[in-house]
Structure formats: structure tokens, C-alpha cells
């Protein structure tokens, strides 16, 4: 699992790249997700980050073995997280067990 977050309230999860990775958890079950961007001290999908996360990238990577592939959760209504991309990944395979719940 990966997990982008602002770290304080002036310094958000900018420009980053995750390309070409095996993004795998433990099963369909038990793993929450692949990627998140977003939250402050939990991960979760109901958590505003501390500051926005934008123009990050996520592309040609594979899922599997999680419960949701990627999730992004912005800063506020009225600071959406802004130019984030996820391009070209694959979310499970046909093998049993490595899709999503």
C-alpha cells in the first residue's frame, strides 16, 4: 500500500510518480488499497488532508490483492486536490484471489 498525504498544512503531496510498479496487498480481504492520496492521520475515506495533493501521477502500474485499487480524497470542497493522473494501470488479473472484493 501507498499512501500520499500532506505532511502539514503548507506542504501537500505534489508532483510525485508512481510508474511501472506491482502494487500488491496481503488479499481482496484484508487490504484496503493500492494507492490513496489523500487523509492526515488515518486512512480512510471520509479524512480531508492537512493541504492539497495535486499533479501527482500514477500510471502503468498493476493492482491486485486489495479491496479498492487507488483513492484519492481532496483537501475540501472548495480546494479540491487538482491535475492528479492514473493512466494505464491494471486493476487484478484473471488468476483467483488477486481481483477485488
Given at each position: 500500500?501507498?499512501?500520499?498525504?500532506?505532511?502539514?498544512?503548507?506542504?501537500?503531496?505534489?508532483?510525485?510518480?508512481?510508474?511501472?510498479?506491482?502494487?500488491?496487498?496481503?488479499?481482496?480481504?484484508?487490504?484496503?488499497?493500492?494507492?490513496?492520496?489523500?487523509?492526515?492521520?488515518?486512512?480512510?475515506?471520509?479524512q480531508?488532508?492537512?493541504?492539497?495533493?495535486?499533479?501527482?501521477?500514477?500510471?502503468?502500474?498493476?493492482?491486485?490483492k486489495?479491496?479498492?485499487?487507488?483513492?484519492f480524497?481532496?483537501?475540501?470542497?472548495?480546494?479540491?486536490?487538482?491535475?492528479?493522473?492514473?493512466?494505464?494501470?491494471?486493476?487484478?488479473?484473471?488468476?483467483?484471489?488477486?481481483?477485488?472484493?
Open positions: 500500500m501507498l499512501w500520499l498525504a500532506a505532511p502539514t498544512a503548507s506542504n501537500g503531496a505534489t508532483n510525485n510518480v508512481v510508474k511501472n510498479c506491482v502494487i500488491e496487498g496481503n488479499s481482496s480481504t484484508s487490504t484496503y488499497l493500492g494507492v490513496y492520496v489523500g487523509g492526515n492521520a488515518t486512512i480512510g475515506l471520509t480531508a488532508g492537512l493541504a492539497s495533493n495535486n499533479t501527482n501521477t500514477i500510471t502503468n502500474n498493476l493492482f491486485r486489495t479491496q479498492y485499487g487507488a483513492a480524497f481532496g483537501f475540501a470542497a472548495a480546494t479540491p486536490d487538482l491535475n492528479n493522473t492514473v493512466s494505464g494501470n491494471s486493476f487484478g488479473t484473471a488468476v483467483s484471489g488477486e481481483g477485488f472484493a
